[in-house]
Nanobody
C-alpha cells in the first residue's frame, strides 16, 4: 500500500509559477501527475519512472512544466511555469508499483493522492 500526499497548490495570475509536491509512503515504479477541471475528464500531465531519467509530458504543458523526483525523500514534484487559465484544475499525484505500458492512462495507476487545487486567473 502506498499513500500519496500532495501539497503546493494555490492561486496565481497568468504567467505565474507554482510547484506541487507529492510525498510517497512506499516503493513506486512510476509516478505521474494528472489534473481534472470541473466538467472535464481527468487528464495526464506528466510522468516519470522512479529513479529513471525519462520524463513524459502532455503536449499542452511541454516547455512549461517540469516533473522531477527526489528519491531520497521519496517525493515527486511538478514545477509549473507560465501558467495559463486553462491550467486551472485539481491536480492529483498517482503511482503504480509494477510496469504498465501507457503512462497517460489513469486506470494504469493503483494509488492516488487527495488532490491539490491550482487556480490561474487572467
Amino acid at each position: 500500500l502506498v499513500q500519496l500526499v500532495e501539497s503546493g497548490g494555490g492561486s496565481v495570475q497568468t504567467g505565474g509559477s507554482l510547484r506541487l509536491s507529492c510525498a510517497a509512503s512506499g516503493y513506486t515504479f512510476r509516478m505521474a501527475w494528472f489534473r481534472q477541471a470541473p466538467g472535464k475528464e481527468r487528464e495526464a500531465v506528466a510522468a516519470k519512472y522512479t529513479g529513471g531519467r525519462n520524463t513524459y509530458y502532455a503536449d499542452s504543458v511541454k516547455g512549461r512544466f517540469t516533473i522531477s523526483q527526489d528519491t531520497a525523500k521519496n517525493t515527486l514534484y511538478l514545477q509549473m511555469n507560465s501558467l495559463k487559465p486553462e491550467d486551472t484544475a485539481m491536480y492529483y499525484c498517482a503511482a503504480v508499483r509494477v510496469w504498465r505500458g501507457i503512462w497517460y492512462l489513469a486506470n494504469e495507476y493503483d494509488y492516488w493522492g487527495q488532490g491539490t487545487q491550482v487556480t490561474v486567473s487572467s
